[in-house]
Structures are given as C-alpha cells and as structure tokens.
C-alpha cells in the first residue's frame, strides 16, 4: 500500500482506493479490478472527494468530445444535461471554496460547464 497520497502527496492518512463502481452516466468504472487498474492510485479523504470529481469532469469531458465528432452521447438528453451542468456547478463551488488541490483544474471546469451551456438545445 501506498504511503503517501497520489493527490496531494502527503502521508498519514488513512488511504481510499478510489472505485466508483459506475462513472458520471452510469457507464462501469472500476479501479479496483486490478487486470484494468495498471496505476492503481490511493487518495487521502479529502483528495479522494477531489477526485471523484476529477473523474466526473473526464465522464463530462468525454461526452462533450464525442458529442463535437457527431455522435450520440448521453448530453444528447436534457435531463443528464441538466444533471452534469448541476455537478459541475458543484464542482466550480468546491474549487471557489479550497482551490481545488492539485487534482482539480478551474479553468478546465470552467470551460466544461461553458461548452455544455452552449450545447444546442
Ligand atoms: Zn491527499
């Protein structure tokens, strides 16, 4: 086990491996099967808030690229819209509050929630 957290770099915590079970549309993420968890990464207890958020930022992130290529993702549908304009709504909070730490990055979140709001409706 890691001694030290992989987001902010300090030790003396008690360490979370980070499984989400599902990602932010309800795709599997599961970074406890190790055969798809080639870096497995530990976080402290605040880090590990920062980084579920960090992961709904790639889900987000992800979608809005597809969805630039043509195909269908699941912003296609105003309700998830609505729900990742509303979690990164929260997450722009969290980065006003703390900074973000190392793993959240407020212009990428900033220009996430951007995009998603000039989404055709
Ligand atoms: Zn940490």
């Known amino acids: 086990m890691a001694a030290c957290c992989d987001g902010c770099g300090q030790g003396g915590f008690a360490l979370h491996k980070i499984s989400l079970g599902r990602d932010f549309f309800g795709a599997p993420y599961d970074r406890l ?3 798809s968890d080639k870096s497995p990464a530990w976080y402290c207890p605040g880090c590990s808030v920062a980084k ?3 992961v709904d930022c ?3 992130s992800a979608a809005l690229i ?3 290529g043509g195909e269908k993702t699941p912003l296609d549908d105003a309700a998830e819209r609505h ?3 509303a979690r990164l709504g929260e997450i722009q909070a969290q980065i006003a509050a703390d900074g973000g730490g190392r793993l959240l990055d407020g212009e990428w979140v900033d220009s996430l929630r951007k995009a998603l709001e000039a989404l055709p409706v």
Request: glycine share 14%.
């Open 52 to 54: 579920g958020m960090q």
């Open 33 to 35: 099967t190790p055969a």
């Open 83 to 85: 729900r990742a304009e």
């Open 58 to 60: 790639r889900a987000i």
């Open 66 to 68: 597809a969805g630039e």
